[in-house]
């Protein structure tokens, strides 16, 4: 049981190229986030997918997109990176908390160890 | 919108001593609340969560946080700080019935620990 797993670690791009930084989970979780965090600002969520199939723009989507490959992956593309995106980028997973009588809370949060991006 | 305050940027104590990281939070319903620890280099891990009935609740690591809905607070408390216990410390909220299951997140508290 890995819980959740990122790859790459680390990356350094020059601006303008692209990449994909992945994202995948082993908790059978329904709901799965990016969020980055840079100094002072705490994590700010980017997208995330309440099921396989469904996508939305949380708090700084512009110059990302996201994929929801299927339950288990989550990945987070930039398709022509700017400094301004260096930061470290957390994947998380959630179940939710299940309310008495239908649908679900927010629930406890699993996040992966991070991707540290510099873009030059 | 929610939204959730740490006042202190940084706090220093010293190795068994007490803390308290404060977390003030603004949301319009009974909310879900959380501490996780985020140690360098780290993800984040799950200190505690409030989601109902007793307003202190226990985590691991010798940690609890009372919810007091009077002042919109759910601060955490350790009666004595280990060396270990460095680390960054974040406050959420959560949305209530949302199949997202998101959650807001506070700026942080640095916490050092003097030996």
């Known amino acids: 049981n890995a819980g959740v797993t990122q790859t790459p670690k680390f990356q350094v791009l020059k601006t303008g190229q692209s990449m994909t930084l992945q994202c995948a989970q082993d908790m059978n979780h329904n709901s799965m986030y990016w969020y980055r965090q840079d100094p002072g600002m705490g994590l700010r969520l980017i997208y995330y997918?309440?099921?396989?199939?469904?996508?939305d723009k949380g708090e700084v989507p512009n110059g990302y997109n996201v994929s929801r490959l299927n339950k288990r992956e989550f990945s987070l593309r930039l398709e022509s990176a700017a400094p301004s995106q260096t930061s470290v980028y957390f994947c998380?997973?959630?179940?939710?908390?299940?309310?008495?009588?239908?649908?679900?809370?927010?629930?406890?949060?699993?996040f992966g160890p991070g991707t540290r991006l510099t873009v030059l | 919108a929610q939204s959730v305050t740490q006042p202190d940027i940084h706090i220093t104590v010293s190795e068994g001593a007490s803390l308290e990281l404060r977390c003030n939070y603004s949301?319009?319903?009974?909310?879900?609340l959380f501490w996780y620890v985020q140690s360098p280099g780290q993800g984040l891990q799950l200190l505690l969560k409030?989601?109902?009935?007793?307003?202190l609740v226990q985590g691991i690591k010798g940690f609890e946080a009372e919810f007091k809905r009077s002042q919109s607070s759910f601060n955490l408390r350790k009666p004595s700080v280990h060396w270990s216990d460095a680390a960054e410390y974040f406050c959420?909220?959560?949305?209530?019935?949302?199949?997202?299951?998101?959650?807001?997140f506070g700026d942080g508290t640095t916490l050092t620990v003097k030996p």
């Open positions: 959420a909220v959560g949305f209530f019935n949302t199949n997202a299951g998101k959650s807001t």
């Open positions: 409030y989601f109902s009935g007793d307003t």
């Open positions: 998380a997973s959630s179940e939710g908390h299940r309310l008495p009588h239908s649908g679900r809370g927010a629930g406890e949060q699993f």
């Open positions: 949301y319009g319903a009974t909310p879900y």
């Open positions: 997918s309440a099921s396989e199939g469904t996508t």
